[in-house]
């Protein structure tokens, strides 16, 4: 366990993190969209009341209310409106189809959902809409807007004075948010976070790393994403830097352009798309980052090779996190950056290894702390949560911890094949192909084998790749003839979620069904 975090450093509310975070920060521009209309702390305060007051007259307190939006200034004023009277987002993924959507809305109880007409329209959701609109009731906030008049207005300026007469006060253990696991690995699980895991985590990760108010943090990630959410919103938002908010992280040129216009301080992303802006910037796109933050998945080594060498060593700080853990779990340090670990655990958190069989070295990593999930939600009742035991929370990861507490992930439980009766990390194999052909993205997946138990088969995007290219590495460099894959699926583009990481559902049923197809 690390240091202990003084509790009394997240005993909040978020909307009264919020209202400290102006009271220590002075009412400076606080937030920015690509609209590039920047709202102080007093702004974003009174735009949340004068919306949230409009939301709460079509919603009941404490209801959880569906939040369909990009990353933008309207999403984190939704968000904190949402706040201000007693109601729980429910951060919807827009990107994961008709499907994943229903089951979300019907495990959470979500009856209403707020969206833009605007952001629909942009994105192609009308027919994502219309079906979600048979479920819940649509609520689109530009028609909202429309109806604020004097009156609101004024009120807005009132509570932009003294906000904390006229929020709803709420207890910190309550909910803060609902969000759903990436489902990378099967359907995604609700995921209730309260108040205080939110505020505890913006907490942690501020005193593991010294963040300067006068920063800037662009995120282009999701806020249905937790690693977007608290990393690129609460966080700043809580530590008095900047929050630059763009609506999607596929933009690859525009976002390398926005960076230095914009003075972006941190850019927080996954390696897939870290990987895209650095082979789309210039030299001087990235002068003003202090540093970048990569999570979600394993960073490239060329990923860190064109940070190193193209852009004169920004420093690449490669994380981990759970959406059950608010995210962040471990990050590097500017100063104390080990490339191939995802650096140390958080102040305040514990954690515990259990063995397992036939996996040499570390274990299955359960954790603990203040930013800890109380549970998931109930698959069967809404309401309900499913307590999580004695606190601890199973990652499904093995990861071994060294001596300093640097964090090496070794693979999830899931991620593991047994081949001959050896167990073999399918991350391993991803990395060996990684190594042989670095300019290319690859997944490695297992099916069952009557003859060895399961057979492993790699996905990549190269058209020339080889599996004798493969065992020539393996022998080179000492690893094992088991974990190269016999079978090589060659597609033009790898699957990947909304969120950047690779979608293993929809490769393993796109496996089975070529393996079936002959």
């Known amino acids: 366990m690390r240091a202990a975090l003084d509790p009394k450093v997240y005993d909040e509310s978020l909307f009264d993190a919020l209202i400290d975070a102006r009271a220590r920060f002075g009412d400076k521009e606080i937030l920015e969209d690509q609209d590039r209309h920047p709202l102080t702390y007093t702004g974003l305060i009174r735009a949340a009341f004068v919306l949230g007051r409009k939301i709460a007259a079509m919603t009941k307190p ?52 707020l969206s833009a007409k605007r952001f629909v329209t942009q994105a192609k959701l009308d027919d994502l809409m219309e079906a979600l609109g048979e479920v819940a009731e649509i609520i689109w906030l530009d028609d909202v807007r429309k109806t604020i008049g004097l009156a609101d207005k004024l009120y807005g300026l009132s509570a932009g004075m003294a906000p904390r007469r006229f929020r709803v006060k709420t207890d910190p253990d309550s909910p803060g948010v609902v969000l759903f696991t990436s489902g990378s690995f099967g359907a995604p699980k609700g995921v209730v976070l309260s108040q205080r895991n939110l505020v505890a ?27 977007g959410l608290t990393g690129g919103v609460i966080l700043p938002l809580l530590q008095g ?41 210039e030299p001087g796109d990235f002068a003003t980052l202090q540093f970048a933050v990569a999570g979600a998945e394993k960073v490239r080594d060329e990923t860190r090779q064109m940070f190193n060498t193209k852009f004169g060593g920004v420093e690449l700080l490669e994380g981990y996190g759970a959406t059950e853990a608010a995210p962040v779990v471990a990050v590097n340090h500017p ?90 990390s399918l991350l391993a194999v991803e990395d060996m192909a990684g190594a042989v052909w670095p300019e290319h993205r690859h997944a490695a997946v297992s099916v069952p084998d009557s003859k060895k ?12 790749a080889e599996s004798a290219r493969l065992s020539e590495w393996a022998r080179e460099n000492g690893a094992p003839e088991l974990a190269v894959p016999k079978k090589i699926i060659k597609l033009d583009a790898i699957p990947v979620l909304g969120t950047g990481k690779t979608d293993y559902v929809a490769i393993q049923k796109l496996v089975e069904d070529a393996l079936k197809a002959g």
């Open 62 to 113: 404490g209801e959880r209310v569906g939040v369909l939006l990009p990353s933008s200034a309207g999403v984190v004023v939704t968000f904190f409106g949402l706040h201000a009277f007693g109601r729980v987002p429910v951060m919807l993924n827009f990107t994961s189809g008709e499907a994943n959507l229903k089951a979300a809305l019907k495990t959470a109880g979500v009856t209403r959902i």
């Open 201 to 227: 985590n913006a907490r942690q990760v501020a005193a593991h790393i010294d963040l300067k108010p006068e920063w800037v943090m662009f995120n282009p990630l999701p806020t249905f994403h937790c690693f």
């Open 241 to 281: 830097m900047k929050a630059f908010e763009y609506p999607s992280p596929l933009h690859a040129k525009q976002i390398t352009d926005l960076l230095p216009q914009v003075k972006a301080s941190i850019l927080f992303a996954t390696d897939t798309f870290l990987n895209q802006y650095a082979r789309v910037a």
């Open 335 to 424: 100063d104390r950056n080990r490339p191939g670990t995802v650096g140390q655990i958080m102040p305040g958190m514990e954690y515990r290894l259990d063995k397992v069989e036939g996996i040499e070295g570390g274990g299955r990593l359960y954790l603990r702390g203040p930013n800890v999930m109380a549970g998931y939600i109930s698959p069967n009742n809404p309401e309900g949560i499913e307590p999580l035991e004695g606190g601890w929370h199973d990652t499904g990861d093995i990861v071994d911890i060294d001596d300093e507490g640097y964090i090496t992930i070794l693979g999830r439980v899931k991620r593991f094949a047994k081949v001959g009766g050896e167990m073999v």
């Open 453 to 464: 138990g399961e057979r492993l088969i790699l996905v990549t995007d190269h058209a020339g």
